[in-house]
Structures are given as C-alpha cells and as structure tokens.
C-alpha cells in the first residue's frame, strides 16, 4: 500500500487533531495523540484488542484508533496488516513464554514442566485459540510468518527443555544412553506439551509422573 508524504508525516502537525471513532452506535470525536506512539505501546494495544474482541479486529485503522493516533502513525513501524499482524503474534508468544524469574525453572525438570503449563494456561485465558491452527485462519497474507513465530516459539521451548534435561543435577546418571538421549525424552515431553495445548488440558500431574518415574 503506498503512502504519501503527508499521510507518513501527519503527528507532526502543530495543532491539535481529533479522530472519529463509533461507540455504541454512537460517533464520539476522540483528541488524537500528537505524539508519535512507540512500536511496543502499538503491539500492546494490539494484543488488547485480541483479548477483547478476538483477532479480527487488528487492523490498521482499529489500532490507530485505540492508540489514538493517525492511520499514518501506524505505517511509520507497520508497511501493511499482514506485517502488523505478524509482529503481534509474535508478540504475543514473547508474553506467554517470557522468561521466568525463578531461575529454578532452568534447573529442574520437573519445575520447567510445571512453568510451561502454566504459560499455557495463561495463554489461553487471556488469548483464547491462539495455540490452535484454527486461531490463525483469519490470516491470509499473515499466515505464513504466523506459522513461522509459532514453530520458532515451538523450536525454543523444545531446546529449553532439552538444557533443563542437562542440567539438573537430580537426575540419575544412567537415565540416558545413547539408544535413550536427554534431547530424545525431551521430544517425548514437548509432544506432551503439544498434546496438552490441542486437548486445552493444562493439568501437569501426568507428565511430571513420568518425569518422577523416568529420571529421579
């Protein structure tokens, strides 16, 4: 979508500007912030708008809108839709799967598991469908770099695990061998995981039996 000049530059305007937004059936003429917005408070209002409406409402003109700023505002970070849509999703796996605090997490297997469940239950309360294929079917042009952030999500928690295995000191020192390694139990678990996401079963009990059973 090409832009002019004076649309890409329009919040340098010295003077007030208000945009017409619709509440309630209702036209209301909101002050326009006549400040350029930062990239981070965009993707977060984006993702506000995901939790309220569902992800159809990310746009272009309804982010600008929420952010109270111009449509033009918006294409200063974001060439189209698609790439607005692609940096959300992105987005949104980094608040899910941010890193923890507790730095037992990285050192015991069983408290990893338990951290990961809890991520996905939180990811699907506040972004409900999101860990489904069916949450990126709104996507046309977005679908691909949304199937990309997801498996690079995907890609990082398989190789967490597979640290974590490595690196609790709890475990036997015959669990694994060369037929049975720490990277292949760490494929078992992380299809546990994929597993739990399909079913929305975010109860860790199971996987932490066979955790218990296989290694300690």
Partial sequence: MERSESSKYLLTIPYPVCILCIVNNVHVEVPMNTIVTSKEEILKTSRALIQEQGWSAVSIRSVAAACGVSVGSIYNYFDSKAELVSATVESVWREIFHRPDDAAVFQDVQAC???????????????????TLHSLGFMRDEKADGKRHMQQAWHHMLMGLCAVLKQDARIRPDAFDEQFTAEKFAEVLFSQLLSALLRQDYDPSAVLEVVRRTLY
């Fill in 113 to 131: 598991v338990i951290w990961m469940y809890e991520r996905m239950a939180y990811g699907y309360e506040q972004y409900p469908g999101f860990f």
